[in-house]
């Protein structure tokens, strides 16, 4: 496409690097240096994209960050399409693929138009007061719809291509903005080798001294000046210049977070290079110079493609060398727009500027614009044209006197310009405090909490030789120098305005849509029905209209609609305030929030030392807590049941070996350690003689159970702690609370021996006779070594911490081996086990055998709020202690209730359904909704010992119910169980001794 | 994220420590002498107050001890951290500013 809006000469685009892209299928030429927007105003395109909720045709109204409609689709390739990109900050790259969003079946003939005409109905609260009634239409009818409605653009469905990284850095001033004011403060702040970060959200730095035409700084051109600025902070080893770098969170403490696009610029990126990089900056201070956003005007059809803010056409002249039109009209309330008419004028451009102001009002900006027509005291009552602006339609008026007689001015551009409103978005979110400036109708930084101090024209400072003075005494107070320097910059900077919200209009002022803020689609009557419908306050008034909460969070918009609201109230703005800016200052992707946190490295994977083993052995894995799990090992052809069956049948009949590497272990030791956990678990541990384990529960001061493990004594000072896997770090830490802060004269160390400790579990009647053969300095006989005994010795010329213990109700023995050791010692207990059938098995068998055998698993069977007592195991709790931890609340009412949930057991009347995990349980299945619930299902198996499923409940008063009828909830209705003993096999622990009991198991 | 000044370490990210909530809420000598109320008193009830608030913390991803930080929970400022079984240090801007 011909570049019939590129102007023969100007601007710092570079005209020897042609490049051309794609916007909705058509080729695009542009230079390098131009955006998307530059390039797509050079080739005369101005429709690129439908509003959000009329689906009006929309234009480029802003040169940055600000810009409300130009939202488009960039696609540059699998895996790396993205919506809702600013078509004025996306820089062009050749190859790149951009379409317009929000219409459909295309830009140009958009069927949701239709919205447009039904505007009355569409109005503020549309949605509040709409879908509310029937309730029965909301899950089928309403919400499907909003949702297809709602949002712009539409989200990628493939994983993102690109990488992305953080950075962590330190600085003593990190300034934001290299404009005039951010320039001068990084060349003060780094002039005494103090470390300086200038971060810029745009390419090039230079902020608005890059559209400048005839200002000179110091004799010398903006431009000039910039270049030098520019060269001198690059020369200095202290400072660092991140361009297309957006500080966007300004956080507690000094917390400021950026986010820098590394390679979108890039044709061809360097595949090493990240696509982003957020970095979490820690300045000592902060110099803010985010410079101010210009004002539309609000008038009837204010949003035409071809209407945009008076310095962005300015910009596009000056900066990108492209007419944004030939015939411009400029309406104004203020001075600044005169600049911007004498360089359209300059640049060979029809201009004429519509005034708001009287004659009279109008300062020493007039003199810019000799040789142009100025309509002064003129209001503009509309504009015409369908997809593109025509004419701008304004009429005399005076105040109190009323609106006179219409003309239209045929333009195909206009610049609009309602004064100007300082970016405090920063410093809002440094919590600093705002204050109403009424001489520039605006907020600015007042009390600061955080050490920062903004300068120019964040700070309300408009006049570039002030704007320099004070970026530079910013920079050098941050640096703690307090120095100041003048600047010589001409010509005056033409400032000041007359604050207009809505323009006077002879208008139906009901039937008037007069945009405010153009991405949420608001108009002022949007604002007027709002109060009329009683909110008053602004930020129900934000909620109600959506008027700023859009992704652009209403930069060119909030000023608009807060003055009229004070206006309509009769309340001067501070009254009415401001509403709260948050982060992120503009919209940050995903993927620099994310960082490297995804895929693998979205959470740690632990894995034991034989995880190894179990992967050459085909084992299923399952997660448990971070770590990665055996779950079972199945055969060829085997399923899960049938695996599992399988395992748990070698461990009641024959031998199985089980990696309990993941269990928590926790050394306590120092001489008050028995003291210690005598006072941290419920049951007596002072008189437990080395070589001998014992179980605990601890629990919380609340009293309710918050882990379990058994415990072995292996000298007076020592103890070998075991926790559940997951529990292991709460554990410690609960541990550590109490040796600090409660009971710091307990000389006493515990400290984590996870990892250092791998352990085997060898459970089965025939688990002695595997383990024999490799132990030495242990007599394993039977009254040597008896259940819950600990021993320390040797396994296969290791050391080892043996304990004879068991969580499947045979004969077991848990070996802790030194974790490098962990492979070798298995695989000779593996080798020998073949005569036996050794047979691995993994958690699921695990879960199966102790359900059966009654142990319940902290977790499972506990929620926090169970204790000992509602399980069954009362008797482990210490009678005669005076205190542990959890006494006191144990002695509560509420505790010694009779209908509190109880541990028992449940069997399926029909002998087969395996009821679900969590299923509720009632008395009565006929009881009027909503029932009664009694309790839950906390385990449930189909028990392979037994050939019938097993299940595991608490029911309120459940040890009172033995051999009722319950009922349980399943996917297909209630089913019947009756209420049994929590033990299910060898309810006498008769076979942790090798007592064989048959009966028990096939009862 | 806040910077929290370890009194072992010194200045660390937030994400390093867990907060435990009010300091100088001692475990009872004898929890048995207390009735019902003055236990779940101990247990339960805590001051959220608006301004200077003495809170346990520990740093759990660094030196894994636990100390007492003063913090204003308007502003969100550390005024001091101090080792555990020190009594609250007095503040000379407390009050009056
Ligand atoms: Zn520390």
């Known amino acids: ?1003 | 994220m806040l910077l929290v000044p370890c009194p072992y370490c010194g200045p660390r990210p937030e994400v390093e420590f867990h907060c435990g909530g009010e300091a100088h809420i001692a475990r009872p000598a004898d929890p048995n002498a207390l009735d019902d109320a003055q236990w779940a008193e101990y247990l339960f009830v805590r001051t959220s107050n608006k301004g200077v608030h003495a809170e346990r913390w520990l740093h759990s991803h660094g030196c894994g001890r636990w100390f007492n930080a003063l913090r204003n929970t308007v502003s969100d400022s550390f005024l001091a951290s101090y080792e555990m079984g020190q009594p609250r240090p007095a503040l000379p801007t407390e009050g009056g500013k």
């Open chain 1, 1 to 1003: 496409m011909a570049q019939s809006n590129r102007l023969p000469s100007g601007g710092r685009i570079d005209r020897a690097k042609p490049l051309a892209f794609t916007f909705n299928g058509k080729s695009v030429d542009g230079f390098a240096g131009d955006t998307v927007a530059s390039a797509l105003l050079a080739n005369g395109i101005r429709l690129v994209g439908r509003s959000f909720k009329y689906h009006r045709p929309r234009g480029i109204l802003t040169h940055g960050s600000d810009e409300p409609n130009a939202l488009l689709k960039v696609d540059r390739g699998p895996g790396r399409a993205d919506p809702n990109n600013r078509a004025t900050v996306i820089e062009a790259v050749g190859g790149l693929k951009l379409s317009s969003q929000n219409h459909w079946p295309s830009l140009e003939h958009d069927i949701g138009a239709v919205n447009d005409r039904l505007s009355p109905v569409l109005v503020a609260g549309f949605y509040y007061k709409t879908f509310m009634w029937p309730r029965s239409f909301w899950d089928k009818l309403y919400e499907p719809k909003i949702r297809a409605a709602a949002g712009l653009g539409v989200a990628p469905d493939v994983p993102d291509a690109d990488r992305y990284v953080h950075r962590n850095a330190h600085c003593d001033v990190l300034v934001v903005g290299a404009g005039p004011a951010g320039l001068a403060a990084a060349l003060a702040a780094s002039e005494n080798g103090r470390r300086v970060i200038l971060a810029d959200e745009q390419a090039e730095m230079g902020g608005s001294l890059l559209a400048e035409r005839t200002a000179t700084i110091d004799g010398v051109s903006a431009a000039q000046w910039v270049a030098h600025a520019l060269t001198t902070l690059a020369g200095r080893a202290n400072v660092t210049l991140l361009p297309r770098t957006t500080a966007f969170g300004y956080y507690n403490h000094n917390h400021v977070v950026l986010t820098e696009r590394v390679t979108d610029h890039l044709e061809r990126p360097d595949p090493k290079l990240p696509r982003e990089r957020l970095w979490q900056v820690r300045p000592a201070e902060v110099v803010i110079a985010t410079g101010a956003h210009e004002r539309p005007l609000s008038f009837a059809d204010n949003d035409r493609p071809g209407i945009m803010l008076a310095e962005s056409v300015r910009t596009y002249i000056n900066r990108y060398g492209v007419a944004p039109g030939r015939r411009i009209v400029f309406a104004t309330n203020g001075a600044s727009a005169y600049a911007a008419a004498a360089d359209a004028k300059a640049a060979g451009l029809d201009v004429t500027i519509v005034d708001t102001r009287p004659e009279s009002a109008i300062g020493p900006e007039k003199a810019l614009a000799a040789g142009i027509e100025i309509l002064a005291g003129h209001t503009v009552v509309g504009s015409t044209g369908g997809k593109g602006l025509t004419g701008l339609i304004v009429a005399p008026f005076t105040a109190g006197k009323g609106v006179g007689a219409r003309r239209t001015l045929p333009c195909d551009c206009a610049g609009i310009s309602g004064g100007w409103t300082p970016s405090v978005h920063l410093f809002s979110q440094s919590r600093g405090k705002l204050i109403f400036r009424a001489d520039i109708d605006a907020f600015v930084p007042g009390i600061s909490v955080q050490k920062e101090r903004s300068a120019g024209a964040c700070k309300g400072t408009y006049g570039l030789s002030a704007i320099l003075a004070e970026g530079w005494a910013a920079g050098s107070g941050a640096a703690g120098a307090d120095g100041s320097r003048l600047f010589a910059a001409a010509p005056a900077t033409p400032t000041g305005f007359a604050p207009a919200r809505v323009l006077p209009t002879d208008d139906d002022p009901k039937k008037v849509r007069a945009f405010l803020d153009f991405q949420n689609d608001v108009t002022a009557k949007d604002i007027r029905l709002a109060v009329r419908e009683g909110f008053e306050s602004v930020e129900h008034v934000k909620r109600y209209t959506t008027n700023g909460m859009a992704s652009d969070q209403g930069k060119t918009s909030n000023m608009a609609a807060l003055g009229l609201l004070s206006e309509i109230l009769e309340k001067p703005i501070p009254q009415v305030g401001t509403t709260t800016f948050r982060p992120p200052y503009t919209p940050v992707t995903f993927g620099a929030i994310i960082g490297s946190a995804r895929g693998q490295l979205f959470d740690p994977i632990r894995t034991a030392p034989l995880h190894e083993w179990a992967v050459e052995h085909g084992a299923k894995f399952e997660n448990v807590s971070l770590w990665r799990r055996a779950w079972y090992f199945p055969k060829a052809g085997e399923d899960m049941h049938a695996a599992v069956a399988r395992e748990c049948k070698a461990v009641r009949e024959s031998v199985g070996i089980f990696d309990a590497s993941t269990l928590g272990k926790i050394e306590v030791k120092g001489p008050d350690a028995a003291e210690f956990l005598n006072r941290i678990y419920p049951n007596a541990w002072l008189k437990l003689e080395p070589g001998k384990c014992r179980y605990g529960l601890m629990l919380k001061e609340d009293g309710f159970i918050f882990d379990d493990g058994v415990v072995a004594r292996l000298a007076p000072d020592l103890f070998h702690v075991t926790t559940t896997t997951g529990g292991a770090p709460r554990v410690l830490a609960h541990m550590e609370d109490y040796l600090q802060t409660e009971w710091p004269d307990l000389n006493v160390f515990a400290t984590s021996t996870t990892e250092e400790w791998a352990v085997i579990a060898l459970q089965g009647p025939k688990a002695r006779d595997v383990l024999q053969p490799f132990v030495t300095g242990i007599d394993l006989a039977g009254e040597a070594f008896p259940h819950m005994a600990v021993r320390v010795g040797e396994i296969c010329g290791v050391p080892t911490r043996l304990m004879r213990v068991s969580f499947t109700g045979e004969m077991g023995f848990e070996i802790n081996v030194p974790a490098d050791h962990a492979r070798a010692v298995w695989e000779a207990l593996y080798d020998y086990g073949q005569r036996f059938g050794i047979t691995p098995y993994g958690t699921e068998a695990m879960h199966v055998l102790r359900a059966e055998r009654g142990f319940i698993i902290v977790g499972q069977e506990t929620d926090g709020t169970v204790t000992p007592e509602d399980l069954g195991l009362g008797g482990m709790v210490s009678k005669v202690k005076r205190d542990f931890v959890g006494k006191r609340s144990l002695a509560r009412p509420d505790m010694a209730l009779a209908d509190r949930k109880q541990l028992v057991g449940l069997a399926s009347l029909d002998g087969r359904t395996v009821l679900d995990e969590g299923a509720q349980i009632v008395a009565d299945p006929a009881q009027a909704v909503p029932m009664t619930m009694l309790g839950h299902v906390t385990s449930s198996y189909l028990s392979p010992s037994l050939g019938h499923p097993i299940a595991l409940a608490l029911v309120a008063g459940g040890r009172t119910r033995m051999g009722e009828t319950l009922h349980v909830t399943t996917p297909a209705g209630f089913t019947t169980v009756k209420v049994t003993a929590p033990v299910f096999v060898d309810p006498e622990g008769k076979r942790v001794n090798g007592v064989q009991t048959e009966g028990a198991l096939h009862a």
